[in-house]
């Protein structure tokens, strides 16, 4: 069973390695270990202690049990697309922004064909900026994009309130922005106590 891991841990790093397309030299310089123990730990002669193991997770952006499990690089391939798809992902973002404006123009473009248009219809676009925002939030955190996360997740909580203030704005609700320091505020620490858990 021991010599089985050794074998597991080797295949998942070689080919960690290779897509970073790294030598073995490189990988050991960056995690401050000489070659040849890179060199053992890829041959399945040898395993690199726990430390070792964390810190090559962080360096690829894998997690632990990444390295001790079977096949990983095809597990992982059914959930998360290569980094190569970055375009992809973030066409996929785009589209789905602009259906929520295709969204909040339709509703504007049916009000004001109504028999007695309200004059709030421009408000359809001002509720498409926080939507979008979530939208963005959604994708950006299923597709690991950390800084998109907070920037986004930021912007939603803004123009969220900023929406509020504007639906409401004949009651002068300007202190509802007070709401926004202590949310902004969470939305960093989260980010932290997230990547702390990562």
């Not at 070792?52 to 690829?60: K, N």
């Not at 690991?144 to 969220?160: E, G, H, P, T």
Request: proline fraction near 3%.
């Amino acid at each position: 069973m021991e010599t089985n891991l050794e074998q597991i841990v080797a295949v998942n790093l070689t080919e960690l390695r290779k897509a970073q397309k790294w030598t073995q030299a490189e990988l050991a310089e960056k995690i401050n270990y000489s070659d040849k123990s890179v060199s053992k730990w890829e041959r399945g002669d040898a395993l690199p202690d726990l430390k070792v193991l964390h810190q090559m997770a962080e360096l690829f952006g894998v997690t632990l049990d990444y390295f001790v499990t079977e096949n990983a690089a095809k597990e992982m391939k059914k959930f998360d697309f290569p980094k190569s798809e970055k375009g992809y992902r973030i066409g996929v973002e785009l589209l789905a922004v602009c259906i929520v404006w295709l969204i909040a123009s339709a509703v504007y473009l049916y009000g004001a064909v109504s028999p007695s248009p309200s004059k709030l219809l421009w408000l359809a676009f001002i509720w498409a900026v926080p939507a979008s925002a979530l939208v963005l939030t959604c994708f950006s955190s299923k597709w690991k994009f950390r800084v998109c996360v907070i920037v986004f997740q930021s912007i939603l909580c803004w123009s969220f309130l900023a929406a509020i203030y504007l639906q409401l704005l004949r009651l002068n609700m300007w202190m509802i922005f007070l709401i926004g320091i202590p949310a902004q505020a969470a939305v960093i620490l989260w980010a932290q106590i997230r990547h702390r858990l990562n």
